[in-house]
C-alpha cells in the first residue's frame, strides 16, 4: 500500500522554528516535495528535492526553509526558520514513484494527507 505520511506541524510563534517530516512506504520513490496550501488558493511548489538531493526552492522559501532526505529510511524533512505569518497554511508531501503489484506496474505521483502549521503571537 502506497503511503506518505506528514508530521511535524503545529503553532509556532513568529520567527520561530518547524521541522516536518514525509515518511513514505510501499513504493518506489523518486523525486519528492513539499507544498503548501490555503483556503481558496491554490496549492504551491514550497521546496522539492530529486532522488539524487538536487534541491529547488519556491521563491517563499528561499534562504529559510531547507528540504533534505533520507533514502534509507524513504523520509523527507523540511526543516523551517524564520516563520512568518504567511507561512501559515497546510503542508502536504508529494513524491513520484511506482510500484509492483504481482505483475502490475503502477507509476504515478502521490500525495500525503497534510499537516498544518500555524505560525501566529
Known amino acids: 500500500q502506497v503511503q506518505l505520511v506528514e508530521s511535524g506541524g503545529g503553532l509556532v510563534l513568529p520567527g520561530g522554528s518547524l521541522r516536518l517530516s514525509c515518511a513514505a512506504s510501499?513504493?518506489?520513490?523518486?523525486?519528492m516535495g513539499w507544498y503548501r496550501q490555503v483556503p481558496g488558493k491554490q496549492r504551491e511548489l514550497v521546496a522539492d528535492?530529486?532522488?539524487?538531493?538536487?534541491?529547488h526552492y519556491g521563491s517563499s522559501a528561499k534562504g529559510r526553509f531547507t528540504i533534505s532526505r533520507d533514502n534509507a529510511k524513504n523520509t523527507m524533512y523540511l526543516q523551517m526558520n524564520s516563520l512568518r505569518p504567511e507561512d501559515t497554511a497546510d503542508y502536504y508531501c508529494?513524491?513520484?514513484?511506482?510500484?509492483?503489484?504481482?505483475?502490475?506496474?503502477?507509476?504515478?505521483?502521490?500525495w500525503g494527507q497534510g499537516t498544518q502549521v500555524t505560525v501566529s503571537s
Open positions: 528535492i530529486s532522488s539524487g538531493g538536487s534541491t
Open positions: 508529494n513524491a513520484g514513484g511506482a510500484y509492483w503489484r504481482g505483475s502490475t506496474y503502477s507509476a504515478g505521483d502521490y
Open positions: 510501499g513504493f518506489t520513490i523518486y523525486a
